[in-house]
Structures are given as C-alpha cells and as structure tokens.
C-alpha cells in the first residue's frame, strides 16, 4: 500500500481512498499505482477514533501508509448492525452514489434475496440433469463461469482509463480482469452462447483499452496491463464473436486493433517479423510465444478474409503455419529453434522453467500439440492419424515427472504429461477425434472428469483462472467442446450429465442421454433432432438454432470409423 485517506463526512458514513501499487507494472508512460475510492454507510450512529503511526489522533480524518479506523457503537443486546460499502476508481463521490444507487435501503434479507434471484436466473441458463455429486460439480463450474471479469464502471458510467483519465462507457459496460490466456479457450465461447450482450460489452471495453493504450488487451487489471502470459489472445475472443454474428462495436476499428497488436515490436512480435520465427538464442520463451501468435494470427487471417483484405489473409495465414518451424523431427516435438537455423540441443523435453526456457508454464510434451486451427497439418508432421494417436497415448501414460530446477508450480494435474491444471492441455483430449479414435478421447475425458473435479473445497486440480477451468467442464460435462474457439465447431466427447438444456432465446437446446452410468463411459452412437449423426462435432449454428443432441452410450467403445472427422485448415495453409 502507498497512502490510505479516510474522511468521516458525517455521523453514519466514512469516505476515503486507497492507492496501492501491485500487479501490473508500468510501460513507458503508463503508470500502475491503482487507487480505490471507498464509501462506508453504517445503520447506527457511531463514534470515530483514528490511529496513525500507531497513535490516536484527535481528528476525523487522516492520510498516511499506517491508518486505522475503530468504529465504537452503543448497542443493545443481539442488536444487529449494517454496513453498506461503495467502492470507485474515479472519485469518493460515485462510491457514495454507487452504494445509494445499488442498494437504496436496509433490508439485508432483501438484499440477499434479490441476489439469490440475480444468480438463480443466470445459473438457469443451463439446467441439467444428473446424480447429485456430478449436479454439485457443474453448477459450481457454471457459477466460477460468470465471477470474472468484473464490472468496472460507476452507476453514473464513469470509469478510470488507462491513460488515467475518467471516461464514460457510453453505450456498453465497461469490464476489467479479462484473463484472456486462459478464457479465450472455452470461458469467452460459453459467454457466446449464454451471454452473447456481456461479449459485446467486452470487445467495446477491448476497444476502449485500445484507444487508451494503443494495444488490446493482454491481461488488464483495474486500469493498467499487466501484460501476464503470452499472445495476443484478444483477438480469438473478437473473431469467435463476429463470425457467430455478435458485432455491436465498430467492426473495422475492432480488425485494425487486431492487426496493430499483431504487428507491434514488442513481445517477440519484432523478432517473428525479422527472421519469419521467433529465436530461441534472441527471445526467451520462444517457442510458446510463437505457437501462441500462430493461432491468433490464423484468426486475424479469417477476419481479414471476411472483410475482403486479402493481402492481410495472406500475410497472416503465413504467419499462422509457422508452427512447423519449431517441429523437431528427430524427437516428434516442438523445440527451440535458433537464429542460425538448428534446433537446441541438448534438448530435454521434460524441461521446464521460470527462467530461461523455450516455454511458458509447461514444457515440449505439453505445448507441441497447440496448433488448434491446423490439426490435421500437425497430424501430417507426425506422419499420420495413427502416428499422432499413439503419440498422444503416450503423452497421457508417461512418468508425470517433470525437470528443471523451478518448474513452475502452475503444471498441475498431471496424467503422464498431460497437465490439466493449466491451460495449454486443455485441448489436448478431443484431438484424438482428429485421427479417427473418438473412444479414446472418451475414456480420457471421463477420466479427467471424474478424477481432477469434486465437489469437495479443494475440487480443481489446478488455478480457477477466472473461469477457465470451471468453462472447460461446463461444455465438456454436456459432451462437446470448442477446441478451435473462432472456428465455430465444437469437438464431440461424451456427457457428465444425464440431461442439459441450454437456453438460447426462444430455441432452447437439449442433450439427452441414452444408457447413461458411471460405466457407461463410452458413446455407442449419436443423434441430431432425432437422426442418425456421423459427424464427430457439431457448429455453433446447431445449438443456437435450437434441437437435441441425443448420445447412446455403452461400456465399450462404438464403431465411428466411417464417421466425418472435424474440419481442418491444413489445405488452406499448404496453399
């Protein structure tokens, strides 16, 4: 903490402010000093005493880096007292509206009540049907869905930018803690289908950082970038949400935003222009990095097609098959690749640090099936849908020991190498659909389902990361999943629930379930409004236009040999 002021306004109320310095640290004449203006509203009288430095002052107001304040109240007997707390980052004054306007009277059974319908309506959304435990899970994967990212506008629409400056959210609600690493992957989709308004609201906030700052966002705290993780993963989030017809901002502004942060000098961005790749001998974490820009610029690509910029298409669908420049042939991975044309040796794929490292939070094992836009291109490199799945075998059964002196604690989770307590994994499951095993993928998912969610306090196996985590189950619980979140495809894998029903206007979409049990793990056949279905995905169309998904599911795995396989970019890039 830097200063803390608090102001005694009058016999029930306090007003103060909070400056604090922390995460997200300063870039260039961007400062990261948050400030926190606060109004407390108390029902009873009260008298005031302050400490500073540890002594009691005779004031009713003080500033410093060590204040306290004790509230003394004459009560009687199990009187009860209440407090109301607004809080701002503008002024003391829009906290004290804040808390007027939100919650106008004393009644805290009202309160509650009134929060108890806000969250019953949204949880409503989705409702399922399934044994109590699997019921507890999911609807504590759901509400974690819709915790971040957190309003950051006053009643009146003030906000504080990133220029520092207040601004008005004129026309949309302004948001920050946009964890976009993690949520580009299955929290931000599942905002698509139950709150297609918030998306808007989101990109618009994007937009505004945009103006502000001169980049979209990475990780935005309060009203700074911390630039936490890797990518530009704004774009994916604006790409999915044009291309399912979600487009209440400026379109053109939103793909120059795009571009510009693609095209930026900093981050690795200047060393992928200059040598087509990302050095590992010139930028550290570079194979991550660049795997991660490889799939956000296959979403630039597509937009830019759309928009008919079709030089840009070409440039970034380049750009986006870059991967197979880290594929090390000799080990069947992704690995380091010099300034001088050779892959690092020694070469450990097991390694993985805080320090210098071609990796960001995993290691080779875990990032070198990351290309989720050309799945059938990575399948190629590695000779074949039967090659690539039994690499995949082998990923899940290996030793989950891990080298390195700091490995970062976030790997966790593990099922051989697969680590499902962090992100880049996510994916990794629902690939086996790819090459033609979706049984495989089955019995994967049913076991990550069943071994790293409980509903016990400690039931992640890894960091919540704002909704990621708890997104992932929420669509894999009812048998699908986003693997190319901006394709419009969901991957088929098999139910945690007997029943869901997700509601989209008034077009509700069903899952169904046939057969199914804890046994039960594997899908014998499936059925779309009611007809034979041999597609291993369905689109983002089938569920918004309402129907049912019905799984028959079995103990034994089904015969999907001559089932279609989910699309692929592959022929596109190879052009």
């Not at 609600?173 to 299955?186: E, G, I, K, M, Q």
């Not at 059964?397 to 962090?422: E, F, K, R, W």
Request: charged fraction near 20%.
């Amino acid at each position: 903490m830097i200063e803390l002021t608090i102001n005694k306004i009058d016999s029930c109320t306090i007003i103060g402010e909070r400056k604090t310095k922390g995460w997200g640290e300063p870039v260039e004449k961007y400062w990261s000093e948050q400030q926190l203006f606060f109004a407390l509203k108390v029902s009873k009288v009260f008298d005031l005493s302050i400490a500073a430095d540890e002594q009691f002052i005779q004031e009713k107001q003080a500033s410093g880096k060590n204040i306290k304040a004790i509230l003394n109240f004459e009560t009687s007997l199990n009187e009860m007292v209440l407090v109301k707390v607004g809080i701002s980052a503008v002024s003391a004054e829009n906290a004290l509206q804040n808390l007027s306007e939100e919650i106008p009277h004393w009644d805290f059974n009202k309160t509650l009540s009134e929060t108890q319908s806000v969250w019953e309506k949204e949880l409503s959304k989705i409702k399922v049907g399934a044994p109590d435990k699997n019921k507890t899970i999911f609807y504590t994967a759901l509400y974690h869905s819709l915790l971040a990212p957190y309003l950051y506008n006053d009643v009146n629409k003030e906000y504080l930018g990133f220029d520092k400056q207040t601004h008005m959210a004129e026309g949309f609600d302004n948001y920050t803690v946009l964890s976009l690493w993690d949520t580009f992957r299955a929290e931000n989709p599942l905002l698509t289908l139950i709150a297609p308004d918030k998306v808007n609201d989101l990109i618009q906030s994007m937009l505004a950082q945009y103006e502000q700052y001169g980049l979209l966002p990475v990780w935005p705290l309060w009203s700074s970038e911390t630039n936490c993780m890797i990518g530009y993963h704004a774009v994916p989030v604006i790409v999915d949400a044009y291309f399912k017809g979600i487009r209440n901002y400026d379109v053109e502004k939103a793909y120059q935003a795009m571009k510009t942060s693609a095209m930026q000098d900093n981050f690795g961005v200047k060393e992928l222009k200059q040598y087509g790749y990302i050095p590992y001998d010139v930028y550290n974490k570079s194979v991550s990095t660049a795997l991660e820009y490889c799939y956000d610029d296959w979403c630039i690509a597509q937009m830019a097609k759309d928009l008919g910029k079709i030089d840009d298409y070409n440039y970034f669908m380049r750009r986006s098959s870059g991967y197979r420049t880290y594929f090390d042939k000799e080990y069947k991975l992704m690995n380091g690749f010099s300034s001088q044309g050779s892959f690092r040796r020694p070469f450990d794929p097991f390694f993985s640090s805080y320090g210098e490292c071609d990796w960001v939070e995993g290691n080779s094992w875990q990032y070198s099936f990351f290309v989720p836009h050309d799945v059938q291109g990575l399948i190629n490199l590695y000779g074949g849908s039967e090659e690539f799945a039994s690499v995949l075998d082998t990923l899940f059964s290996m030793p989950v020991g891990m080298s390195g002196h700091d490995v970062p604690i976030d790997i966790t989770g593990l099922i051989g190498q697969y680590a499902h307590g962090n992100e880049p994994s996510h994916h990794v499951a629902y690939l086996y659909n790819y090459a033609g095993q979706p049984h495989k993928a089955q019995q994967r998912l049913h076991e990550i389902m069943s071994t790293l969610y409980t509903d016990q306090p400690d039931g992640l196996c890894g960091n919540e990361d704002c909704g990621q985590m708890s997104a992932w189950y929420v669509f894999s619980a009812m048998g699908f999943y986003p693997v190319n979140p901006a394709e419009g495809i969901y991957i088929l894998g098999k139910p945690m629930v007997e029943k869901a029903e997700i509601s989209i206007g008034d077009k509700p979409f069903k899952v169904k379930t046939v057969g199914w049990s804890d046994e039960n793990i594997y899908v014998q056949s499936v059925k779309l409004n009611g007809r034979a279905y041999n597609k291993l995905f369905i689109t983002h169309a089938d569920i918004v236009n309402g129907g049912t998904l019905e799984f028959t599911m079995s103990s034994v795995p089904g015969n999907f040999k001559h089932a279609i396989l989910p699309p692929s970019m592959s022929e596109t890039l190879n052009e």
